[in-house]
């Protein structure tokens, strides 16, 4: 069937529904368990997908409730055993806000766009300060954030390819940069992995929509690590900004960082030209939001990779994260306290 040609318009100027989830009930329905895992697919560090004018339409339409059947979760643990949990999600919506967002002009450079505003963090001050000495390195070449004393987010192409888990994940590591006249990392192995079902066998122009994992090491870190809340409209991140540090691919053994203003956001991605490089997939996304009458870094989405996005047969080009919807927040809630949880929204 033809598609009528969609206007610019549509991803131009986005009209954003977000939903103010006050109470997020999240319920586990059953645990089945799965063949083991064959950890057979390639290692990804970077994701590059293109999303069509069916896509953006899909996207510009879709609603975070519409998704709840997407997060059951597979749980993957260091000997290759798995299990499938499917949940029950019930949310209590008291009012939704709508904001449009209009589009700059749109630059065509892939991953670095024009001068690079990457620096390296090179302090040892600040890479043993909050928010830098979150970050982690995954020993599949990409990046984490540590969000507790245990758990690690990153993006979900950085362990599992949509059909298998990659093989680094077999015996999967994390790494926290300790500074010093030869900065080095300290290595302690991952006890499971948690990936949404909505990542696992999702179209590849949708694969974005779930790119996200969360990691549990065997022992508590001495780290600081960064809180989470649900991603808000732009009008309530300070300045529209985003912010993140990764280990880029062209900067060896150091920590980069890089801020830039959201370009784009529809319910599940935030649109953005922060330059990056293969290796900085999975960085903790943070802005400032208002938390009990203060503005406080959190982390609202995960970095997934570049996007090539189709408008009226043009192809225009974005570094893209994960949106941490409400749902998305309270499931990863639930992941970390494993057990009926109610997640306030942040």
């Not at 260091?78 to 002009?105: D, F, M, Y």
């Not at 590849?204 to 780290?223: G, I």
């Not at 319910?267 to 208002?290: I, K």
Request: net charge positive; charged share 20%; with cysteine.
């Amino acid at each position: 069937m033809m598609i009528p040609r969609i206007s610019s318009l549509i991803f131009l100027s986005w009209v954003l529904t977000s939903v103010t989830a006050y109470h997020t009930e999240v319920i586990p329905q059953k645990i089945l368990r799965l063949m083991p895992s064959h950890f057979t697919a390639i290692n990804t560090p970077e994701l590059s997908t293109v999303c069509t004018e069916e896509c953006v339409l899909r996207e510009s339409l879709s609603d975070p409730l519409d998704s709840s059947q997407q997060l059951d979760y597979e749980t993957t643990f260091s000997n290759g055993s798995r299990t499938l949990t499917t949940l029950s999600i019930q949310v209590e919506s008291r009012g939704a806000q709508q904001t449009e967002k209009k589009g700059n002009p749109l630059r065509t450079r892939r991953q670095v766009y024009g001068p690079d505003v990457r620096f390296s963090i090179r302090s040892r001050r600040f890479l043993r300060e909050f928010p830098f000495a979150a970050a982690v390195r995954v020993s599949t070449g990409c990046t984490g954030v540590l969000i507790t004393e245990r758990h690690i987010l990153t993006a979900a192409h950085c362990v599992h390819d949509g059909q298998d888990y990659v093989k680094g994940a077999r015996k999967l590591r994390v790494g926290f940069l300790h500074p010093g006249d030869r900065p080095f990392l300290r290595w302690v192995r991952v006890k499971s992995i948690k990936v949404p079902r909505g990542w696992i066998g999702s179209p590849a122009e949708l694969s974005m929509d779930y790119d996200y994992a969360l990691l549990e090491v065997r022992r508590t870190q001495p780290h600081p690590h960064m809180s989470l809340a649900a991603s808000p409209p732009l009008p309530d991140l300070a300045g529209g900004r985003v912010h993140f540090s990764g280990y880029d691919s062209d900067r060896p053994g150091e920590l980069v960082y890089r801020s830039c203003r959201v370009e784009q956001q529809t319910a599940h991605l935030l649109y953005q030209h922060c330059d990056a490089r293969p290796g900085a997939s999975g960085s903790g996304v943070y802005g400032r939001v208002l938390h009990k009458g203060y503005w406080r870094r959190k982390v609202i989405g995960v970095f997934s990779g570049h996007q090539w996005v189709e408008v009226s047969g043009e192809p225009r080009d974005y570094n893209v994260a994960v949106r941490l919807t409400p749902l998305k927040y309270a499931q990863i809630c639930y992941w970390i306290r494993d057990a009926n949880f109610s997640c306030p929204n942040d």
